[in-house]
């Protein structure tokens, strides 16, 4: 073997792993840009979470801001939540006043977009109290405990989406138009299967009167606020027992995140018992539907 033909083999050994190198590190690449090319999302808080991601699904790389188990009410973003934010595109928010850190927002001066899902229910909601005198208290933010208000999140997150990506715009709106259309059932089944029932429960706290305005009920709370962990005074115990006999109820709520002591006490004085009324509010087994479902099977076994 000649020397050229030596220095031929020994060229093509060497040449061959700086080959495959250069292809491996294109592929990484394109799958890091691929990756990137996800519109990036931050959810506020585990209902808003599941909605992005139903609408979104394989097309938005969707983070949950509130960790899985903790109250959302007064969570407090550190600086990692921050620095997350900061690359987001869209930040999901429920509105309403429910996330009081979005004025960090703007001192941190955010460059993506906050979408706020309760645009367009505040409005509804106005124009249903000339109608009807017991719409709900102003300090709820509860809104995506009314599945009607909850379409409406969930219409407004896939115009955010379609907006920012208006590539994949039919994607959105075919994923949030079969999403409502399973929200559009769980309304008509809580709708007729609480129609016949009593209307007077008693809540942890207030987080119910969407809900309640939207299918003839009355909620009455243990909590006057909806901030679910104040502690009820010795009166207002009283008092809550005394509107439990004078309604005739036998079951009070309490909550998967609330001492239940509290509701037990009720409860034992008017020789009853207690049952959950879960206000979504954290990350926990099943699904937006299935825990609404949860609900008001709970409520049938209350009222009807």
């Known amino acids: 073997m000649n020397n050229q033909v030596k220095l031929a083999i020994i060229a093509i050994i060497i040449t061959i792993p700086f080959i495959s190198f250069a292809v491996f590190s294109s592929d990484s690449n394109q799958s890091k840009k691929t990756n990137e090319s996800k519109l990036q999302v931050m959810s506020s808080f585990y209902p808003l979470h599941e909605f992005s991601q139903k609408i979104g699904q394989d097309k938005v790389d969707v983070k949950l801001l509130v960790p899985v188990g903790i109250e959302p009410h007064d969570w407090e973003p550190t600086i990692k939540d921050v620095q997350q934010m900061q690359k987001s595109d869209l930040i999901i928010i429920n509105g309403v006043g429910f996330e009081s850190w979005t004025d960090k927002l703007t001192e941190m001066n955010y460059q993506g977009i906050v979408v706020d899902t309760s645009n367009g229910i505040i409005e509804k909601n106005i124009e249903e109290s000339s109608i009807n005198e017991n719409v709900v208290t102003s300090d709820d933010p509860h809104i995506w405990l009314n599945p009607v208000y909850a379409k409406i999140q969930v219409q407004n997150i896939a115009d955010a989406f379609s907006k920012s990506d208006p590539e994949n715009e039919k994607y959105y709106k075919e994923n949030a138009a079969n999403y409502i259309a399973e929200l559009d059932l769980l ?67 309490t909550e998967e995140t609330a001492d239940p002591k509290t509701s037990q006490v009720i409860a034992n004085e008017i020789g009853g018992r207690i049952l959950v009324l879960s206000p979504l509010e954290i990350g926990d087994d099943g699904t937006y539907i299935s825990r609404m479902t949860e609900n008001l099977n709970n409520l049938k076994e209350a009222l009807c």
């Open 187 to 253: 309304d008509l089944k809580i709708r007729k299967e609480l129609s016949n029932c009593n209307h007077d429960f008693i809540a942890f706290h207030n987080a119910f009167s969407y809900f309640s305005n939207e299918y003839g009920l009355t909620q009455h709370t243990i909590l006057p606020s909806y901030a679910p962990h104040a502690e009820p005074t010795a009166k207002t115990l009283e008092n809550v027992i005394n509107k439990a006999k004078d309604l005739n109820l036998n079951v009070i709520f």
